[in-house]
């Protein structure tokens, strides 16, 4: 992972489609319904849930830094896991 995220060019506090939108540009693919189930303190402002961007990220480092690594090749590619006759 190359990208490091800018604190200072990030709002402070996001909503979840939009902490799903920075997950995604820099660790990897999430969406804002997978982020209700985050253990992530949140709080409702104007009926809107928001969250810190810090610990949204944080938490995604954590994900990604936890994920196993693993080869990617034809025999352990999802897209071939039809059964062969």
């Known amino acids: 992972m190359d990208r490091v995220p800018d604190f200072n060019?990030?709002?402070?506090?996001?909503?979840?489609?939009?902490g799903?939108?920075?997950v995604t540009q820099y660790y990897f693919?999430?969406?804002y319904?997978?982020?209700?189930?985050?253990?992530?303190?949140?709080?409702?402002?104007?009926?809107?849930?928001?969250?810190s961007?810090?610990?949204?990220?944080?938490?995604?480092?954590?994900?990604f830094d936890a994920a196993p690594v693993i080869m990617a090749n034809a025999a352990t590619?999802?897209?071939n896991d039809e059964v062969m006759e």
Request: proline share 6%; aromatic share 4%.
């Open 33 to 51: 319904r997978s982020l209700e189930r985050w253990p992530i303190k949140t709080r409702r402002v104007n009926g809107r849930v928001v969250m």
């Open 29 to 31: 693919p999430v969406s």
């Open 9 to 18: 060019k990030l709002p402070a506090y996001v909503g979840r489609i939009g």
């Open 53 to 63: 961007t810090r610990e949204l990220l944080a938490e995604a480092r954590r994900r």
């Open 77 to 79: 590619s999802s897209e």
């Open 20 to 22: 799903a939108e920075i």
